[in-house]
């Protein structure tokens, strides 16, 4: 059975300071990965996807993430965080066939001015 | 072009009461998936439509709840009767075809709240 881990609830970090969000997960074969951010009173909105090829991949709003097979990690990273990065931050893995998705318990992220 | 949209966005009912829950999903999208969020969990899948057939509904906790997808453009997913511990976001999401490498919009979600 797929599965995902976010490990911290909760990060704080300082306005232009870099941040890494962690995301392990547990899937049988080669895994579609997601990033969303969910913004009070939002849906959900795609950051990134990890389906093939370049292990590095770039997203919106200046945020990448690497895919690591040999650590089973899809950890978000962004060099200089914004305050209106503030939100909650979701990974998930996907079925390969059906696109069922699997998502962590979220990381709120709170920005200090 | 519209996203996914989702009535209400909140609602408060009481322990027994039934409740409705609408998605309207994008245009000219087949597949429309049903989550739900409880306590500030794990965001969890509750079934999958493709257009007006059930996919998957190995995520639906009991037969207290009830999907439709008539004509394969709205969905609705019933509780009834409602009990406490179905509080919690209900997110609908749809993508054009099927598969995990297709991108899933998903709406603001539905607040649910079983007093």
């Not at chain 2, 999958?48 to 997913?77: C, I, W």
Request: hydrophobic share 30%; with cysteine; proline share 4%.
């Amino acid at each position: 059975a797929q599965s995902v881990t976010q490990p911290d609830i909760h990060i704080t970090v300082s306005e232009g300071a870099s941040l890494e969000l962690r995301c392990n997960y547990s899937y049988g074969a080669t895994p579609y990965l997601f990033w969303y951010v969910q913004s009070p009173g939002q849906g959900l909105q795609l950051l990134l996807k990890y389906f093939s090829g370049d292990t590095l991949v770039q997203g919106i709003k200046g945020f990448e993430a690497e895919f690591k097979r040999s650590q089973s990690s899809f950890n978000l990273r962004k060099p200089s965080v914004h305050w209106s990065d503030a939100a909650e931050y979701f990974c998930a893995v996907t079925n390969t066939n059906a696109g069922k998705s699997t998502f962590g318990d979220g990381t709120t992220l709170t920005v200090k001015p | 072009e519209a996203g996914v949209t989702q009535f209400p966005s909140h609602s408060v009912i009481e322990k027994g009461q039934t409740v409705t829950l609408r998605c309207d999903p994008i245009s000219g999208h087949d597949n429309l998936y049903w989550y739900r969020r409880v306590m500030g969990k794990e965001i969890k899948f509750l079934l999958h439509f493709v257009k007006e057939s059930k996919q998957d509904e190995s995520g639906m906790p009991n037969n207290r709840f009830l999907a439709e997808r008539t004509g394969g453009t709205y969905s609705t997913l019933k509780v009834q009767p409602a009990e406490l511990e179905d509080s919690g976001v209900y997110f609908c999401a749809s993508s054009q075809a099927t598969g995990g490498w297709n991108i899933q919009y998903f709406g603001a979600g539905t607040r649910l709240s079983v007093l």
